[in-house]
């Protein structure tokens, strides 16, 4: 799974939704990594003002990733700097997490990743 | 060409009907989805194909009228475990995109954030690759297939219980989805669920099949059952033969077919605004907003 995905996901569980705990879900235990992808400029451009700057912080520094910028960086910003433009890219595009699990902090579920797939299905006492 | 069983459940609804023990109708005909021929399912004149009435039980055993399951029993044995043995034939039969959907995704502006609710193999993932989809589908095997199409990426997840994050969304799809679920209250749920997922400016496009498609090789039309199950043949090859030798597998599915205005009802049930909707080869569709 992208490290980008985990920038729009929560937990499934209705009642941990609504809650601020629940978000970012924090990876556990998990196995990072690298594919290949060409770069695309206009999408990255385009995605960093959806992003919740916040919550990627947050993982980026939970995965062990070296402290990005306090705010995300505007588009010219990141136009003059090739290197962060660079990084951001691996970061939330070429990185997975390809074994390990998320934890919603605020039930203490845990969701699988398997094979570079995460399973958000509940348990039914969950549903 | 070979014979297909077709069964279909009796209205009304499933599980409204107090979990009594359900007839089923069972017809044969031809040339039903998997093999394609020209030949039209033979129709009687009240546009009911019954030729025998049998039990659920004795034909497919479907239910029981001792342990009848709920809808979300029902929906794992006749939707997820259907398309998790068929992923990789299903698969390679689903390449075209609609044209409505087509056109959908590619009006979307780059960098846009979506989601694909119940994403199967990701077919509509490769129509745009300046956005970026969250798709998400039941079935393990098809999601793996899914994650393959970048930049996007794909989750397994349930379509009433989608992990993504409410209010964060410019588009959402759903296509041919949500005619999978069983009860008027869970196509309803899954409606309001990706409408939850939607931002302010967000636009979501459902796509449904019709009950009206007296064109179409299966005949149904207006003052059909609804609720239907449709067979998806596989064939085995040469390697996996049946026990009779033969190398052929059927498979059920549960759809309910959505007659005119349906779709419409639903969103606004639920809260949302249509903006529009309309009919594309014996499919309903609409497009919606918070
Ligand atoms: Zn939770």
Known sequence: MKLLTLNFLTCAVKSCKSTSASFPLHPKDCELVSDTLKSDPKLLFNILPRLDWSALSTTASELGFPGLPPSAPTKEELEANEKLFHDLHTLLLETHISEGSLVCANCGHSYKIKEGIANFLLPNHLV | ?290
């Open chain 2, 1 to 290: 060409m070979s014979t297909i069983d077709v069964v279909e459940v009796q209205p009304p609804a499933l599980w409204e009907a107090k979990r009594t023990k359900q007839r089923t109708v069972v017809w044969q005909e031809f040339g039903l989805l998997g093999i394609f021929t020209d030949q039209k399912p033979k129709i009687k004149q009240d546009g009911i194909c019954s030729q025998q009435l049998l039990s659920t039980t004795e034909k497919s055993g479907v239910m029981d009228s001792v342990g009848v399951p709920g809808p979300e029993e029902y929906e794992e044995q006749h939707v997820h475990e259907v398309y998790e043995q068929i992923a990789s034939h299903f698969s390679s039969t689903r390449y075209k995109p609609w044209p409505i959907v087509e056109s959908f995704l590619q009006s979307l502006v780059p960098g846009a954030i979506g989601l694909d609710v119940g994403c199967g193999n990701g077919k509509y993932l490769t129509v745009n690759r300046e956005v970026f989809i969250v798709g998400s589908d039941r079935s393990t095997n098809l999601v793996k297939i899914a994650s393959q199409h970048q930049p996007h990426a794909a989750i397994v997840a349930d379509t009433l219980s989608l992990p993504h994050q409410a209010g964060r969304f410019d588009f959402a799809i759903s296509i041919a989805v949500v005619h999978h679920l069983s009860t008027p209250e869970r196509r309803k749920e899954a409606v309001q669920e990706i409408l939850r997922c939607l931002n302010a400016e967000g636009k979501a496009l459902l796509y449904v099949w019709a009950l009206e498609q007296k064109t179409s090789r299966r005949g149904w039309d207006e003052g059909h059952e609804q609720d239907v199950m449709v067979p998806w043949v596989m064939k085995t090859g040469k390697k996996n033969p049946n026990e009779d030798g033969s190398m052929e597998k059927t498979f059920q599915r549960y759809y309910h077919l959505y007659r005119s205005g349906e779709l419409e009802a639903d969103i606004a049930a639920v809260g949302g605004k249509l903006i529009d909707s309309g009919y594309e080869k014996d499919n309903w569709w609409a497009i919606f907003q918070r």
